[in-house]
């Protein structure tokens, strides 16, 4: 018999991220379980590693501009200058 603790937990974090709260928690949680699920041979390989790679990048990426996130915390947005042009004031 089998424990569906970790089933239970990849879903719960996989939801939180579908709706994009806790990003930067519910990403690592994903990946975790679902390399722990890969590695204890109880699920579908294939699945368990594309599921660890999503989570991973949507862990490395953040939440999206219509994310529970966003909306609480604002968007965050990175702008990268052209080579050369830095300013040091």
């Given at each position: ?48 590693i594309l599921l660890a790679t ?28 052209p080579p050369g042009k830095h300013?040091?004031?």
């Open positions: 018999m089998q424990t569906v603790a970790p089933y239970l937990i990849a879903a719960g974090a996989g939801l939180l991220l579908l709706i994009g709260w806790w990003t930067v928690v519910a990403g690592p949680v994903v990946v975790v379980t679902e390399l722990f699920l890969a590695f204890s041979h109880t699920g579908d390989l294939y699945v368990s999503l989570g991973l990048a949507l862990a490395l990426l953040g939440a999206g501009a219509w994310s529970v996130d966003a909306q609480r915390f604002g968007w965050k947005r990175i702008e990268i200058r300013t040091f004031d």
